[in-house]
């Protein structure tokens, strides 16, 4: 597969998910290429999800959140 140019420096990373979600995310791309005229790879939709999720503050402050939950109740 070809880098993509305007990514800059990346780096290859594998991704285990369920068969369900990978077929969600099949048709999701499916259904983004027909909507923007433009081949869409599930690959462009991940980057895409973290990148929404880092870009929207509140978001990211919500996970950081509950992943720090465990933390916080040992602690009180």
């Known amino acids: 597969m070809a880098r993509p140019k305007s990514l800059g420096e990346t780096m290859v990373v594998s991704v285990r998910m369920t068969t369900d979600m990978y077929s ?32 929207d503050n509140e978001r990211l402050r919500e996970s950081f959140r509950r992943s720090r939950s465990h933390v916080t109740k040992r602690f009180k």
Do not use: H
């Open 24 to 55: 969600m995310l099949q048709d999701i791309a499916a259904l983004e290429t027909i909507n923007t005229g433009r081949t869409v790879a599930m690959q462009e939709l991940i980057r895409g999800a973290l990148e929404f999720v880092y870009s």
